[in-house]
């Protein structure tokens, strides 16, 4: 389990740039990390950064307001945001990202242990001694804060690589030019999409759920790196700092975010499915459901996710990519979900939030109703049906099932 990094521009394009949006998105993210959570948000003015040594749904419940404030505040132009998940420096607020420096703002994703192989930056305060601070105070450099931030940046990357084989993902923000750099290797996934032909509208460091709350999703490949301008998210300039074989190189890439560089269309998850023939499936049968790439409506944004339960599979045959009206007659009820796996797992999309109002409040409508369907049992990590699912409506078909089949199945 590592840290996990979001992005949300603010564009005529990006649908996806609504507090019940990033709200929704912030609480399933809430598995990348516990140890803190922290964000960037830029403005016309300036941007600032604030940090808390809170989980992901804590900080909406005890922030939730001040965080909405910043988020439709006309001046506000990009919010990023970084879950920390500890594996190197100190507990505590000190070591909850961004990190600041004079010029670059850093947030990190990987795990480069020991940290003391960089080297340091003798001007610099360590105050977490995580690897993350360690990348930002070399960043940071004295000697290289009036270079080129391109040279200064693809330098100092290549340099941590050539220590540790690998970095992760990492999003640096240049103060003096406002100016975003979002780099990846082959350990972490980078993934985006895109509000119009070249202008990002949201980025995650998660397929998964990247893919739920966008159907146009592109992956930056190994060693890429896009260089965006943070108020209009346009992007500048794509680089691959290494070639295929891992060997250092500055190579611009092709123009075409579509085409095999940098930007490779995501239609599916490959994973999904137990053998090659499923697989084959699932793959065929999403791109059935979903088809082209589209503008989606507020409603279809954030569907909620099901498994498909072996009972399932069997009686009615559902598979991965259906979607599922879920009746629940007892509290005249409807949630639609999406099969998303193929095993005997139930995922959902429910937060663990032991029914607290105040954190109910703070929630998008859709989770809320799902709250309404379910009850979670937090300490050993279930969740228990209340015995109305009685009914699954798939393409119009009913189908009935007992109630004790449907009480209580595993999340993980």
């Keep these: 389990m590592m840290c996990g990094i979001i992005g949300f521009f603010k564009n005529c394009g990006n649908q996806n740039w609504d507090v019940d949006c990033i709200f929704d998105t912030v609480m399933h993210w809430r598995r990348k990390g ?47 945001m970084h879950n920390r998940w500890r594996s190197t420096g100190l507990p505590g607020e000190k070591g909850v ?35 993350s601070e360690y990348i930002c105070a070399y960043l940071n450099r004295e000697s290289v804060l009036n270079l080129d931030p391109i040279k200064n940046i693809t330098h100092s990357l290549r340099k941590i690589y050539d220590v540790y084989n690998q970095i992760g993902v990492v999003l640096i923000f240049d103060t003096w ?23 990002l ?5 998660n397929r998964d759920l990247a893919m739920r ?10 060693g890429g790196m896009l260089c965006i301008d943070a108020f209009t998210g346009q992007i500048d300039q794509t680089l691959n700092l290494f070639d295929s074989n891992g060997n250092h190189q500055y190579v611009p890439t092709r ?47 954030a569907p909620m996710v099901i498994g498909a339960p ?12 259906d979607k599922v009206l879920v009746r629940n007659s007892n509290l005249n009820r409807t949630a639609e979900l999406t099969v998303c796996r193929n095993d005997n797992r139930l ?15 703070c929630l998008p409508p859709i989770v809320r109703e799902m709250l309404a369907l379910t009850q979670v049992d937090y300490r050993n990590r279930s969740v228990c049906f209340k015995k109305v699912f009685s009914t699954i409506d798939i393409d119009k078909k009913i189908f009935s099932f007992p109630d004790e089949e449907l009480v209580h199945e595993s999340i993980f």
């Design 97 to 131: 990202q961004p990190f600041v420096g004079k010029r670059y703002i850093v947030m990190h994703n990987g795990h480069l242990s020991p940290t003391n192989r960089l080297p340091k930056n003798e001007k610099w305060k360590y105050v977490a001694g995580s690897d």
């Design 213 to 222: 709350f966008s159907k146009d999703v592109f992956e930056v490949e190994h």
């Design 201 to 205: 509208g949201n980025f995650w460091n």
């Design 177 to 199: 030019e406002s100016k975003l750099y979002l780099f990846r290797d082959n350990a972490r996934t980078l993934v985006y999409d895109l509000a119009n032909s070249n202008t």
């Design 255 to 301: 123009d075409l975010l579509r085409g095999p560089g940098i930007g490779r269309l995501l239609e599916v998850h490959a994973r999904y499915g137990n053998n090659a023939s499923s697989r084959k499936d699932s793959i065929a049968r999403r791109i059935q459901v979903y088809g082209a790439p589209k503008q989606l409506r507020k409603e279809d944004r």
């Design 347 to 361: 995922l959902s999309a429910i937060p663990f939030l032991n029914n607290n109002p105040k954190a109910h409040a």
């Design 310 to 321: 072996q009972f399932l599979r069997e009686k009615i045959g559902v598979q991965v990519g």
């Design 34 to 80: 516990t140890d803190g959570i922290g964000f960037l948000a830029v403005k016309s003015e300036g941007c600032f950064t604030r940090s808390y040594f809170l989980s992901p749904s804590d900080f909406l419940i005890k922030h939730g307001g001040s965080f909405k404030e910043i988020v439709t505040s006309p001046s506000t132009k990009a919010i990023f």
